[in-house]
């Protein structure tokens, strides 16, 4: 697990608890874009596993990507 992805698990394991319930889901996906918005190296692969809340984030932000990433090929075509 590279320092990046361990940042990630330290971070969460810390503030979860602290965190009602009901805001879990969006905290853990807004750590895992900040993490992204700052071009830091976050092994999605090392996180899986670790939390359930880190999982769904993973999810999510993969599906973000995806979406971005086909945003982009049409985009391309319009040249």
Known sequence: MNSETKL????????RDQLPAGKRQA???????????????VDHEDLEGECEYLDDAIE??????D?????DYNNDDRD
């Open 60 to 65: 999510i932000v993969r599906e973000d990507e």
């Open 67 to 71: 979406e971005d990433d086909d945003l």
């Open 8 to 15: 990630v698990v330290d971070l969460w394991d810390f503030f």
């Open 27 to 41: 905290a853990a996906t807004h750590l895992l874009r900040l993490f992204e918005e700052y071009g830091m190296e």
